[in-house]
């Protein structure tokens, strides 16, 4: 007796993977509200400003497990090239050192309060020392705050009513 010839005939059903390629209406995922509000959060983008690399990462560090998106630089001169140049459009706060070499934290906050396209961007003002008044004059020049260093989760957790 000669052996079968396989069946070209189809198949009678296909593969079950298949069904799950094309998912029901009912199986959509459902995003929580709270997820959605972290992501409305995460669309934030403070520029921190900072001589010290070690100053720097721990904000970037808070700032970033806080959900916001964090541009670092290290001299308010590069901050103010980077803004003048467009190549930051979208920054909510800046978040600067009060003692750098070559332009202060403080000029830095003076110029982006002179400046039409720049002062409503919120500018909070951090330091080591604390001096009653370099603090005085950074807020009446405009500063939305002045933290001590070291800058703690906390103090992140307070200016999130202030980035705009």
């Known amino acids: 007796m000669a052996a079968a010839a396989p069946s070209l005939a189809p198949s009678p059903s296909p593969a079950p993977a298949a069904k799950v390629a094309s998912p029901k209406a009912g199986d959509r995922k459902v995003v929580p509200?709270?997820?959605?509000?972290?992501?409305?959060?995460?669309?934030?983008?403070?520029?921190?400003?900072?001589?010290?690399?070690?100053?720097?990462?721990?904000?970037?560090?808070?700032?970033?497990?806080?959900?916001?998106?964090?541009?670092?630089?290290?001299?308010?001169?590069?901050?103010?090239?980077?803004?003048?140049l467009g190549?930051?459009?979208?920054?909510?706060?800046?978040?600067?050192?009060?003692?750098?070499?070559?332009?202060?934290?403080?000029?830095?906050?003076?110029?982006?309060?002179?400046?039409?396209?720049?002062?409503?961007?919120?500018?909070?003002?951090m330091s080591s020392e604390n001096v009653p008044n370099r603090i005085s004059r950074c807020l009446e020049e405009g500063a939305e705050d002045f933290l001590l260093k070291p800058v703690r989760p906390s103090d992140v957790s307070r200016l999130c009513s202030r980035i705009r």
Request: hydrophobic share 45%; charged share 30%; net charge negative.
């Open 33 to 84: 509200l709270a997820a959605a509000d972290e992501v409305e959060l995460e669309e934030k983008h403070v520029l921190a400003v900072d001589d010290s690399v070690v100053d720097r990462a721990v904000i970037a560090k808070i700032l970033r497990s806080s959900k916001y998106r964090v541009t670092t630089v290290e001299s308010a001169t590069r901050a103010l090239e980077l803004l003048a």
């Open 87 to 125: 190549l930051l459009p979208d920054v909510n706060m800046i978040i600067t050192d009060y003692w750098m070499p070559g332009m202060t934290g403080y000029e830095l906050l003076k110029h982006v309060k002179e400046s039409s396209k720049l002062k409503e961007i919120p500018v909070v003002i």
